[in-house]
T-cell receptor, first 115, second 115 residues
Framework: GAGVSQTPSNKVTEKGKYVELRCDPISGHTALYWYRQSLGQGPEFLIYFQGTGAADDSGLPNDRFFAVRPEGSVSTLKIQRTERGDSAVYLCASSLKGTGYNEQFFGPGTRLTVL | GQQLNQSPQSMFIQEGEDVSMNCTSS?????WLWYKQDPGEGPVLLIALYKAGELTSNGRLTAQFGITRKDSFLNISASIPSDVGIYFC???????????????FGKGTLLTVNP
């Protein structure tokens, strides 16, 4: 079956612009996660959705970052007034549910470059 | 934030050799996970460990959950060229309480296999 998909695969933008990154989770997965991976680092947790609600957004670095999942499936990560330090690969993952430990399946990521 | 220390940072080996890498933390983990990431892809789960002392194999891969619950190792036997990639340890630290979804990743070990 289809895995987690993310679009676009690459996004180049200018400092100060607004960007949206999209994630399509595996069908039937109720839990969805966003991570950010900087060069030479492991992924860092940003936010977790259980269904439509953001159950834990403690990893979002500041209020320029926001994510939604209005129908409990597709999610969009939104970054306002982008800064060069936002450049990274943004990974999305999904799992059957969020309670207990459930294997998280990762998408290929969106590489964001802020010039 | 929580740090997972992986060593070595990189390894260059000949095809057919065995490989060993490890991961340590100052905090106790409930679950230890080992992921592999290929260029342009998201991490893929290789092995999951759920209790102290557990030794688990997946083909040529073997991983162990340390007795102290603060470390884990991954061994790869008889390496082949497709083993090339970045290997990450990860897990939800015990201080995260019920947040078993909030994975902390190490910085990774880059493995290069010369044919």
């Amino acid at each position: 079956g289809a895995g987690v998909s993310q679009t676009p695969s690459n996004k180049v933008t200018e400092k100060g612009k607004y960007v949206e990154l999209r994630c399509d989770p595996i069908s039937g997965h109720t839990a969805l996660y966003w991570y950010r991976q900087s060069l030479g680092q492991g992924p860092e947790f940003l936010i977790y959705f259980q269904g439509t609600g953001a159950a834990d957004d403690s990893g979002l670095p500041n209020d320029r970052f926001f994510a939604v999942r209005p129908e409990g499936s597709v999610s969009t990560l939104k970054i306002q007034r982008t800064e060069r330090g936002d450049s990274a690969v943004y990974l999305c993952a999904s799992s059957l549910k969020g309670t207990g430990y459930n294997e998280q399946f990762f998408g290929p990521g969106t590489r964001l470059t802020v010039l | 934030g929580q740090q997972l220390n992986q060593s070595p940072q990189s390894m260059f080996i000949q095809e057919g050799e065995d490989v060993s890498m490890n991961c340590t933390s100052s905090s106790i983990f409930n679950t230890w996970l080992w992921y592999k990431q290929d260029p342009g892809e998201g991490p893929v789960l290789l092995i999951a460990l759920y209790k102290a002392g557990e030794l688990t194999s997946n083909g040529r891969l073997t991983a162990q959950f340390g007795i102290t619950r603060k470390d884990s190792f991954l061994n790869i036997s008889a390496s082949i060229p497709s083993d090339v990639g970045i290997y990450f340890c990860a897990g939800p630290p015990i201080f995260s309480g019920g947040s078993n979804y909030k994975l902390t990743f190490g910085k990774g070990t880059l493995l290069t296999v010369n044919p």
